[in-house]
């Protein structure tokens, strides 16, 4: 009896990844969802292309090559970026449906470089507390897509905070408590 019960629940689950085999290209592509992120670090030049979950699961390789990516540039740094972050710009890119590459100015900060910013910041810019230290912010540009644009569309989703930087070009987005500036 025991057989015929695990035989019942095997069959149904070989057959659909039989029929899923036999898929065509796109009836694949739909059956799995797949989160793809592509980077260039304006400070180091480097770039990444990845993708960093697959049918809702967060790929630890992937989000590892992401952790050392966004890491603080001057002192070498990491830091787990919260994947919430990850799943904000997706979103904010899909919403304005693009495919472009995030021009990355800051994302982790170490306390070291955070405090080393604050000090040279003429204004307030620059966040005691700052999400960046926690790996809960970056500071992005969008390949094809205007910072006015990416702002607008970073405050309409209302996931966090957004910051507009119009004179240096760029747009600040985090998953801390939604507020704009």
Not at 1 to 26: D, E, K, W
């Amino acid at each position: 009896m025991r057989t015929l019960r695990n035989r019942n629940l095997i069959l149904p689950g070989a057959l659909s990844v039989m029929l899923l085999s036999f898929a065509t290209p796109s009836q694949k592509s739909h059956a799995i969802s797949e989160r793809h992120l592509a980077f260039y670090h304006t400070h180091t030049g480097k770039q990444l292309d990845v993708v960093y979950s697959r049918n809702g699961i967060y790929l630890p390789a992937a989000l590892d090559e992401i952790n050392h990516f966004l890491s603080d540039f001057r002192t070498g740094d990491v830091v787990d970026m919260d994947p919430e972050l990850l799943d904000l710009i997706y979103d904010v890119r899909e919403s304005l449906g693009s495919d472009g590459v995030y021009q990355v100015v800051s994302a982790y900060r170490s306390p070291k470089t955070n405090d080393m910013l604050r000090g040279r910041s003429t204004s307030s810019g620059v966040a005691k507390r700052s999400q960046h230290l926690l790996g809960r912010a970056i500071d992005v540009r969008l390949e094809g897509v205007s910072t006015a644009e990416l702002r607008d569309q970073a405050i309409a989703l209302q996931r966090g905070g957004v910051g507009y930087y119009a004179s240096s070009d760029f747009v600040h987005m985090d998953t801390g408590r939604v507020r704009r500036w």
